[in-house]
């Protein structure tokens, strides 16, 4: 069982009333958990619990995700959000001090220290909202996930030929497209039909509502087909999935084939997952695993511009 949602006071400003007012109709949709209210949500169930939570107004994508997965009306739902954000933005009367002789400190002295102060707080408070976070490669970081298949933990810098699945860094790469490329996540499923690989990664910080997923995807080819241009193909899902308490919830998958010439590109809206700590990539076979050479590369978690 869930734990309790501490009580709110609609009564204590917008933002509360506007969390109130969220936990009012997941009631009415029959009060389900955040872990199956986040399967309808495709939004992760610890972003739905915070939305609800009163402590800040939820971004717009998490507000709809939560109003949609309870069966609202969006579009209602939506001018209310704004209405609320822009509240919160809209600038404060100046306070007028009283010149009250309450210290020795000369007037001018305080004064400006206070308007040092303010000018410093407000200054900081800009650059934490402004400054955008840090890119994260997952390519870089693919040593040191968690790998697995079917058949149980799959070693980093296994051999490609490891009947369990492989995974391993590759350097000039040659694929399906016809390019070379630098650094590439080989990722082999387990040689089974519907065999599949996956990675658990641990993030250095935690995604942001700007990030956007990043990347492309694609089959290598062999040296011969390389220079020939014969692909041979195979066919795989290539997944993501972010992982918190509910379990892991999907946030993308794409379906390739190896004789295409085509290597799909990822780019995918994050800000429904803000908080998360860990993402799972993972590539599925289907009938047949045995040309299932998949790569990924330039895959990063980045702030969009």
Same mark, same amino acid.
């Given at each position: 069982m869930g734990r309790r949602e501490a009580p709110l006071d609609a009564s204590d400003g917008p933002v509360r009333a506007f969390a109130s007012d969220l936990r009012e109709l997941r009631r009415a949709a029959g009060n389900p958990p955040y872990r199956s209210l986040a399967t309808r949500a495709y939004c992760s169930a610890s972003a739905l619990?915070?939305?609800?939570?009163? *402590?800040?107004?939820?971004?717009?994508?998490?507000?709809?995700?939560?109003?949609?997965?309870c069966g609202g009306d969006v579009e209602a739902w939506e001018r209310r959000w704004h209405e609320v954000n822009a509240g919160l933005t809209r600038p404060t009367a100046a306070v007028t001090v009283p010149n009250r002789a309450?210290? *020795?400190?000369?007037?001018?002295?305080? !004064?400006?220290?206070?308007?040092?102060?303010?000018?410093?707080?407000?200054?900081?408070?800009?650059?934490?909202?402004?400054?955008?976070?840090?890119?994260?490669?997952?390519?870089?970081?693919?040593? *040191?996930? $968690?790998?697995? $298949?079917?058949?149980?933990?799959?070693?980093?810098? $296994?051999?490609t030929r490891v009947q369990a699945g492989s995974a391993n860094l590759a350097l000039q790469a040659p694929m399906e497209s016809g390019v070379r490329v630098g650094r590439v996540l080989a990722t082999h499923p387990q040689w089974v039909p519907q065999g599949y690989l996956e990675g658990d990664f641990r993030l250095p910080r935690p995604v942001d509502r700007r990030d956007r997923?990043?990347?492309?995807?694609?089959?290598?080819?062999?040296?011969?087909?390389?220079?020939?241009?014969?692909? !041979?193909?195979?066919?795989?899902?290539?997944? !993501?999935? !972010?992982?918190?308490?509910?379990?892991?919830?999907?946030?993308?998958?794409?379906?390739?084939v190896g004789n295409d010439w085509r290597t799909p590109r990822l780019d995918v809206d994050m800000s429904a997952y803000e908080g998360a700590t860990k993402l799972r990539i993972r590539v599925d076979a289907g009938d047949t695993a045995a040309q299932d050479w998949a790569g990924w590369w330039d895959l990063r978690l980045e702030p969009r511009e």
């Open positions: 619990a915070n939305a609800a939570s009163g *402590k800040d107004l939820p971004s717009l994508n998490v507000t709809l995700a939560y109003v949609r997965a309450v210290s *020795k400190t000369p007037r001018w002295r305080w !004064v400006a220290g206070v308007t040092g102060l303010v000018v410093a707080v407000g200054g900081f408070l800009l650059l934490r909202e402004s400054a955008p976070p840090a890119p994260v490669d997952l390519i870089q970081l693919a040593e *040191k996930a $968690s790998w697995r $298949s079917g058949q149980g933990a799959v070693a980093w810098g $296994s051999g997923l990043v990347g492309t995807v694609g089959f290598f080819v062999d040296e011969p087909g390389f220079a020939t241009g014969l692909r !041979v193909g195979g066919e795989v899902d290539f997944s !993501v999935y !972010v992982l918190d308490e509910a379990g892991p919830q999907r946030v993308h998958v794409v379906r390739d």
